[in-house]
């Protein structure tokens, strides 16, 4: 059934500031990780992807690190823009293509 | 990149009546789809794998009774959300993997809503 308990953590972010999202995973046999973008009443869009043979990846102002150890996941979005705005997933997966998506955060950018 | 669509994007339906909606891969074949379902404020849930020419999969504690899918072709699969009731108002979303197994493509969403 659906998720129950807490609302969606929010981060409030200043135009221009860097951003830092975070996720715990749950199962230390993945071995994908993807974030993801989701404005309202839309799907969610990829940003950017990681295998657990890596312990970081970089794209275009965003940045994600892997922490195996203590399964832990965060996006860093540099110089937040207001079309960052958006709730942000991150989702596990391994063989079989099946994505678990965690809680979700949602990034606010005042301008 | 990969397209998927979803039709409709929005469905108002009664309690009691079925409702269908649909997920197409644009540009590329799935032999493998997705359903999730999200309510607001929410993570996304994985309802089923659809399997082309095969029985859908199911998560624990969906009713496939409840939620028939359908995976007509390599590039349609069909949810249909039997004897609605209002608690079943979600946004679903079905995804395709493309090009490389661990890349999913997701659909815009189907907003409905059970009065």
């Known amino acids: 059934g659906e998720s129950v308990g807490l609302h969606l953590p929010t981060l409030s972010v200043q135009e221009g500031d860097n951003s830092i999202i975070n996720c715990a995973y749950s199962?230390?046999?993945?071995?994908?990780f993807i974030w993801y973008k989701q404005e309202s009443g839309k799907g969610p869009q990829f940003i950017i992807d990681?295998?657990?043979?890596?312990d970081k990846r970089q794209g275009q102002r965003v940045t994600v690190l892997l922490n195996k150890t203590v399964k832990h996941l965060s996006l860093q979005i540099a110089a937040t823009q207001p079309g960052d705005s958006a709730v942000y997933f991150c989702?596990?997966?391994?063989?079989?293509?099946?994505?678990?998506f965690g809680q979700g955060t949602e990034l606010s950018v005042k301008p | 990149g990969a397209v998927v669509s979803q039709h409709p994007s929005r469905v108002i339906c009664k309690s009691g009546t079925s409702v269908k909606i649909e997920c197409r891969s644009l540009?590329?074949?799935?032999?493998?789809m997705f359903w999730y379902r999200q309510f607001p404020k929410k993570s996304l849930m994985l309802m089923a794998t659809s399997n082309e020419g095969s029985k859908a999969t199911y998560e624990q504690g969906v009713e496939k009774d409840k939620f028939l899918i359908n995976h007509a072709s390599l590039t349609l699969s069909t949810l249909t959300v039997t004897s609605a009731h209002p608690e079943d108002s979600s946004f679903y979303i079905c995804?395709?993997?493309?090009?490389?197994?661990?890349?999913?493509?997701f659909g815009p969403g189907t907003r409905l809503t059970v009065t």
């Open positions: 199962n230390s046999a993945s071995d994908y």
């Open positions: 990681i295998r657990s043979n890596m």
């Open positions: 995804s395709a993997p493309a090009f490389r197994d661990y890349e999913q493509y």
């Open positions: 540009d590329f074949q799935a032999t493998t």
């Open positions: 989702a596990e997966s391994n063989q079989g293509g099946k994505l678990i």
